[in-house]
Structure formats: C-alpha cells, structure tokens
C-alpha cells in the first residue's frame, strides 16, 4: 500500500512536470519571432506598400508583432517566388491581381489596397496647349506596353473621337514627350511628371479618376494558403505595416531618411514627390473612415467591370476571391488601429 501511494506520488510529480514541460513548449511556439519574407516588386524606392515595410522594420513594428522579415526586391519574378512558396508577400497592382485571378487563375489575395486611385495617368507638355482630353484628336498618343484602359475610359467620359488620335507603343523613356515624338504619354502619376519637370518641362497631368473613372492601384499579396493556413501570421504583417503607413502619413522628412537606407542611390526629392504623390492617392473618405489599407467589394466590383469594358480582362472573377478585408478589419475599431 505503501508503494502504491509512493508511485501515485511519483507519477503526479511526472505530470506535473510533463505539463509543464508542455505549457512551457507551447508559450515558446507562441512566443517565438516568425519569419517571413516580403518581396517589394521593383527597385528599393517610395512606393507605399515598399515603405510600409521599410518603416515596419527600422521602427520596430515587425518585432513587437513577433515577426522577422526578411525584404526583398524583386528582379521581375515577384509573382513566381510568391506562388513557389519562397516569398510570402508581394506587391502588385489591382489590375494585375484580376488578370492573374482570372487567367491562369492563381490563387492570389489582395490583404490591403495602398492605391485607393489607379498609379497611371497621362501628361502633355504646358508649352503644347493641350489642356483637355477633348484637345488630344489630331495628336499621338505614346504608350509603354498595351493601350490602357483608363485611357479609353477618359476617352468615352470626355467625349473624344479615339480615331482622330494616332497611338503607338514607346516603352519607358519619358523623354520620347519632350522630344515631341508624341503629344501625350502615358506615365505612373508619382513618377514620370517630376522627372519630366526636373528636367525643365511644365507638365498638365490627366487622371482617370478625375473624369469618374473606377480606379485602384497597389496592393500586398499572399496565396490563399497563407490565408487558410497561415492567419495569425498574415494579420501581423497587415498590422505592422499599417503601423508602418501610418508613421509615414505623419512624418514625411523621418520616413524620407527610413526610404533612403533602403534606396541609397536615388535623389531624396524624387523620393519625397513619390512618396507624397502615393499619400495622397492613398487617403479618400473610406480610409477616412475604416482605416488605411481598406477596401470594399464594390471598388473591386466596379473596377473589374470597368476592365472588362474596355477590354482589360479575358474574363471575370468572383472580386471575393481577389481580395479579402478579414484582416483590415481585425486591427482596426471604428477606423482607429489597435495597436499592438
């Protein structure tokens, strides 16, 4: 009898350590930094969505979210590494994101949308005297890879005859503009138009969402088993990020020194109109009201039927599977992040 209690007394004592050793195991998996990897989908530059992350990191926000990321850019093969599984996110454009839902139907998320207005827009020259889009027919129009859609809906909202409007395709070098191979170009809207200006050239910019064009820009990506599988983790990285946005909107000079660690061969007033150009088209009354990154299933609607009227996408997609706000709406309340 003697023995029997000594052995009920030392199995207790194993339980109790063996729960022990479990609980202290658990708290360790729960404690213990993730790593994650962020591939930003160009050069080191102000694009928001790359200077979230940049803040995120030199700020700390990363690390009191448990998180260890690892940023990269991309060499063009962004979208490949993500879906690989060697990257966890990316960036990419809104259009992009319905194409690749579309065809070949990757299984692609949007998790906070940066660009709450499209990144392209179009300019001309001041010294041209081209002040509306109704002034474009007799002119040519230069494009870098195919016609854009948002073109072709300021065309229809302004009223002009796109076959008195000679288009050719010219790639990337601005300049074609001010060597008056072509009257208007199209541009991303936080670039070209201060390189065209620092070299001496007044520009007038046309915006899509001007002319009441539905336009969205940039966004993070994952895959849809990050989503599924992988949730907490995800959450993290929107909720650094954010953080990572909102110090930026508030402290322009701190996020230009934070930019130019990562960018130390770019010209920091090229940087600052970047960055402040990406702000502004960031900010509108629905992040005014949920938060920064938010998103809604009518833009992505209206969008993608926009798209697809001017011939953009091959096909729809159900926009609920392109995005997802599950995770923007668990760290904002009433519009506020809830921090950390």
Known sequence: MVRFKKYLLWMGIGLLFAGASLGAACSDEETAARPVTFMAGFKPQANLPFVAAYVAQDKGYFTEQGLVVDIKHSTGEHLNL???????FTTADANSVLKRRVDPELPIVAV????????QAFVSLGESGIQTPKDWEGKTFGYKISVPPDYLAILEAAGVD????QEVRVGFDPRILTEKQVDILAVFKSNEPDTLRGLGFDVTVFDAADYGVPTLGLTYITRQDMVDENADTVKRFVRATMKGLEFAFANTEETLDIIMKFAENENREHQRFMLLTEIENAASPLTDSNGLGWMT??????FQDS???????????DVNL???????EGIYDNGKLEWP
């Open 82 to 88: 993500l879906m690989s599984g060697d990257v966890d």
């Open 307 to 317: 798209l697809l009227q001017y011939g953009a996408l091959e096909g729809s997609t």
């Open 322 to 328: 392109a995005f997802t706000d599950r995770f923007l």
């Open 162 to 165: 796109r076959s008195k409007i």
């Open 112 to 119: 906070a949308l940066f660009g709450q207005q499209g990144q």
């Open 297 to 302: 299933a009518q833009q992505w609607k209206e």
